[in-house]
Nanobody, 119 residues
Framework: QVQLVESGGGLVQPGGSLRLSCAAS????????MSWYRQAPGKERELVAT???????NYPDSVKGRFTISRDNAKNTVYLQMNSLKFEDTAVYYC?????????????WGQGTQVTVSP
């Protein structure tokens, strides 16, 4: 049974930091590209960070230089270190696992963890 379990969300003041974790099980974690997405109320889900199975990372301009994605294949876990948090970072953050060719396509989601940036 595939599971992605996010943790680490919470309430933080502007300028503060949080580290999200996503523990994976039920699939071969090291083969998957792992990503974090977020969705704010009334907005579409957006990509926050990706780390490929070869450890290449990618970020949108909105978080570049503030967020860092990393993975530990021995622990089947992906992390998102978020620094210098802003009000606009408030959202539910979702972990995503994607398997791409040459493997069969697969796509899995976690249930999300709330991040609220507020004084």
């Amino acid at each position: 049974q595939v599971q992605l379990v996010e943790s680490g969300g919470g309430l933080v003041q502007p300028g503060g930091s949080l580290r999200l974790s996503c523990a994976a099980s039920g699939f071969t974690f090291s083969r998957y590209d792992m990503s974090w997405y977020r969705q704010a109320p009334g907005k579409e889900r957006e990509l926050v960070a990706t780390i490929t199975r070869t450890d290449t990372t990618n970020y949108p301009d909105s978080v570049k230089g503030r967020f860092t994605i990393s993975r530990d294949n021995a622990k089947n876990t992906v992390y998102l270190q978020m620094n210098s948090l802003k009000f606009e970072d408030t959202a539910v953050y979702y972990c995503n696992a994607q398997l791409l060719p040459p493997f069969p396509l697969r796509n899995y989601w976690g249930q999300g963890t709330q991040v609220t940036v507020s004084p």
